[in-house]
């Protein structure tokens, strides 16, 4: 069994501010499969930041210079944050563009996702879902059945599921693949020491793909 990919969110921010060129570069340097970014459509571009009210005053990557440098290095995981349908023009000709990367364009907002797939029917597709689609009263067998209907309806192809929500409901990924669903999550929030046990569970039960927030966790599973 493979090993998940290993996806340095938002970069190397440990020693790097995030969302910059510098942090992408060196995340792949030590040795991350892969990139998570953040984009917004702001003045005919597609700005890399993650706070919807970023600060306009600053100089941020575009998502072309981005993919300019970073196109054969791994996976680049595009976030897509906007509550409208700007962005979807700059990006339809930047992955046309790039189409020989290996990309995924995700995000939370769902209701962006039809027009994603309309416009962009062969790209990697993720789904976020947060923590609020799960409740408390929620079986196991419903969950499973929840999110493989909803990925069926959204067309996504990588379900991003915390991986607190996992290990509650220890079936899922297994569900999930038999949907030809592909499974991600972010562990983040804990020593590494817990990252790296979570990571190795996660791997176990067939996780195909992860994002982490400290650099520290490769270290530490090459050990």
């Known amino acids: 069994m493979s090993r ?54 600053k100089t941020y990557p575009t998502l072309d210079e981005v993919l300019e440098k970073f196109a054969g290095s791994g996976r680049i995981e595009i976030e897509i944050k906007a509550l409208d349908l700007d962005f979807l023009p700059l990006l339809v000709p930047l992955i046309a563009r790039y189409s020989q990367a290996d990309l995924e364009v995700t995000t939370s907002v769902q209701p962006l996702v039809h027009y994603v797939r309309e416009q962009l029917p062969g790209v990697r597709l993720g789904v976020i879902f947060g923590s609020e689609t799960f409740e408390d009263w929620m079986p ?37 693949h038999e949907r030809n669903t592909i499974m991600h999550s972010h562990i983040y929030g804990l020593s590494i020491e817990e990252q790296v046990r979570i990571y190795q569970h996660m791997s ?20």
């Open 140 to 176: 196991e067998d419903f969950v499973c059945t929840k999110i493989t209907k909803m990925m069926a309806l959204l067309r996504g192809d990588v379900a991003h599921i915390p991986w607190t929500i996992l290990e509650r409901y220890p079936s899922l990924i297994a569900r999930c």
């Open 4 to 57: 998940p990919l290993l996806i340095a969110h938002r970069g190397e921010t440990v020693h790097f501010p995030e969302n910059t060129i510098e942090a992408f570069a060196a995340a792949f340097t030590a040795g991350a499969d892969g990139i998570e970014l953040d984009i917004h459509a702001h003045n005919g571009a597609l700005v890399v930041a993650h706070n919807y009210l970023f600060d306009r005053a």
């Open 204 to 223: 176990e039960r067939g996780l195909d793909q992860c994002t982490f927030d400290n650099i520290a966790l490769i270290v530490a599973l090459e050990k």
